[in-house]
Structures are given as C-alpha cells and as structure tokens.
C-alpha cells in the first residue's frame, strides 16, 4: 500500500506561482509512474502532469505545457509540481496518485489551488 498526502496549495493571483508536494509513505514510490491530476467544480477529473520512474520522461497535458513543471526525488520518496503563470482556469482541488504496471492505483486526498483574478 502506498499513502499519498499532497500539499502546497492556497489562493494565489493569477500570474502567480505554487509548489505543491506529494509525500509518500508505506513503501518507496521509486517503480511507480506518478501523476498529477486535477479536478475543477462541476467538472471531471483530468490528467495534468506524470513523470516516469527513472525521471526521464514525463508526460504533459497542453494545458499546462511550459507553465507547469514536474519533479520527483525517490530518496524523499516525494514529487513535486511546480506551477507557474497561474491562471484563473487552473482553480481546482490537485491530486496525487501513483502508477502501478496498469492503473493510477493510489491517490491522495487532494488539495486546493484557488488563482484570483
């Protein structure tokens, strides 16, 4: 089992930055694919930013391409999502969860981005 606990997030004006963390626990997440979704009110669940277990090679929704920016550090077992150039449409609560060899299996609880215009 794999516990995710995300943080980082708040209310920042638009044009802003945020680093959101992901920490995990109960086994290491080296093996794991891990990903970044988001999901806005009213809306679905969508596909932000995944980054696979060697680092070198990560996957990209256009939304976000060239603003948002993922990163991990297996000795930390955490993963990081750097968010810049925020945008009012990048309000949504942030989840973490991590790729097993067919499904994103574990999640974490989420937590907020709220950008202000």
């Known amino acids: 089992q794999v516990q995710l606990v995300e943080s980082g997030g708040g209310l920042v004006q638009a044009g802003g930055s945020l680093r959101l963390s992901c920490a995990a626990s109960g086994r290491t997440i080296s093996s794991f694919t891990m990903g970044w979704f988001r999901q806005a009110p009213g809306k679905e669940r969508e596909f932000v930013v995944a980054i696979g277990w060697t680092s070198g090679s990560t996957f990209t929704a256009d939304s976000v391409k060239g603003r948002f920016i993922i990163s991990r550090d297996n000795a930390k077992n955490t993963v990081y999502l750097q968010m810049n150039s925020l945008k009012p449409e990048d309000t949504a609560v942030y989840y973490c969860?991590?790729?097993?060899?067919?499904?994103?299996?574990?999640w974490g609880q989420g937590t907020q981005v709220t950008v202000s215009s």
């Open positions: 969860a991590a790729r097993d060899l067919t499904e994103y299996r574990y």
